[in-house]
């Protein structure tokens, strides 16, 4: 092999590692849904649950709520708080309500009783719910995800590690289970208001790109 054919083929091989160990778009988008996916998207959803007597009451009772008791039946024996039950059965089927039933009387001493379906926060549920305080709890539905890279701009101080500081749009993506926990309540969509451009600063760490703030 001649000298400038070795030449080429070092200087070819120099600058493929050079592309390879330069951060690209799939790297920033990938840093960014991951802590993405970790902080979710959480809002306050509320059902409005119809109260057992004959008066046409409705009781606000949110979701992600340790506990939600819900009467299937009224006094008059009428099947009530359909939307409600149907929407909570698709969180138990989840995992994240365990679901149970009692006989409650209507009153102390009363031989009359209504059925009350209970509801329980499970572990999982747990971990979806964001209590507030002097607030409803918000309930966790989704995540937001990178659809587009604006920029990206690297920068190192001496001795330490390579940031970006990355410019992105990003939309809304919802579990699975939400279209038909909307469906059932006569929603097609959430009223989420996306952010606009948005910016990330990550680092290079031994484990690939993170956002700055997991690294702290």
């Given at each position: 092999?001649?000298?400038?054919?070795?030449?080429?083929?070092?200087?070819?091989?120099?600058?493929?590692?050079?592309?390879?160990?330069?951060?690209?778009?799939?790297?920033?988008?990938?840093?960014?849904?991951?802590?993405?996916?970790?902080?979710?998207?959480?809002?306050?959803?509320?059902?409005?649950?119809?109260?057992?007597?004959?008066?046409?009451?409705?009781?606000?009772?949110?979701?992600?709520?340790?506990?939600?008791?819900?009467?299937?039946?009224?006094?008059?024996?009428?099947?009530?708080?359909?939307?409600?039950?149907?929407?909570?059965?698709?969180?138990?089927?989840?995992?994240?309500?365990?679901?149970?039933?009692?006989?409650?009387?209507?009153?102390?001493?009363?031989?009359?009783?209504?059925?009350?379906?209970?509801?329980?926060l499970t572990e999982e549920g747990k971990q979806r719910s964001r209590l507030q305080k002097d607030e409803p709890p918000l309930f966790c539905v989704g995540r937001m995800e990178v659809t587009h890279i604006h920029s990206a701009a690297l920068s190192q101080q001496?001795?330490?590690?390579?940031?970006?500081?990355?410019?992105?749009?990003?939309?809304?993506?919802?579990?699975?289970?939400?279209?038909?926990?909307?469906?059932?309540?006569?929603?097609?969509?959430?009223?989420?208001?996306?952010?606009?451009?948005?910016?990330?600063?990550?680092?290079?760490?031994?484990?690939?790109?993170?956002?700055?703030?997991?690294?702290?």
């Amino acid at each position: 092999m001649n000298k400038k054919l070795s030449a080429a083929l070092a200087y070819s091989a120099m600058l493929a590692a050079c592309s390879d160990g330069m951060p690209s778009n799939e790297h920033y988008t990938q840093a960014i849904n991951r802590f993405a996916e970790k902080q979710a998207v959480c809002l306050p959803l509320v059902l409005n649950i119809r109260h057992s007597s004959d008066r046409n009451v409705l009781v606000p009772l949110a979701l992600g709520s340790s506990e939600i008791k819900i009467a299937s039946q009224s006094r008059r024996g009428e099947d009530i708080n359909k939307t409600a039950l149907k929407q909570l059965d698709i969180l138990a089927d989840e995992g994240f309500y365990k679901r149970s039933k009692e006989d409650k009387p209507v009153a102390k001493d009363s031989d009359e009783s209504i059925p009350i379906v209970i509801y329980t926060l499970t572990e999982e549920g747990k971990q979806r719910s964001r209590l507030q305080k002097d607030e409803p709890p918000l309930f966790c539905v989704g995540r937001m995800e990178v659809t587009h890279i604006h920029s990206a701009a690297l920068s190192q101080q001496t001795g330490g590690p390579l940031t970006a500081r990355v410019d992105y749009d990003s939309r809304f993506v919802g579990e699975e289970w939400l279209p038909e926990l909307l469906e059932i309540g006569g929603l097609k969509t959430l009223p989420i208001n996306l952010p606009g451009t948005q910016t990330a600063v990550l680092v290079e760490t031994d484990d690939g790109w993170k956002d700055s703030r997991e690294v702290r």
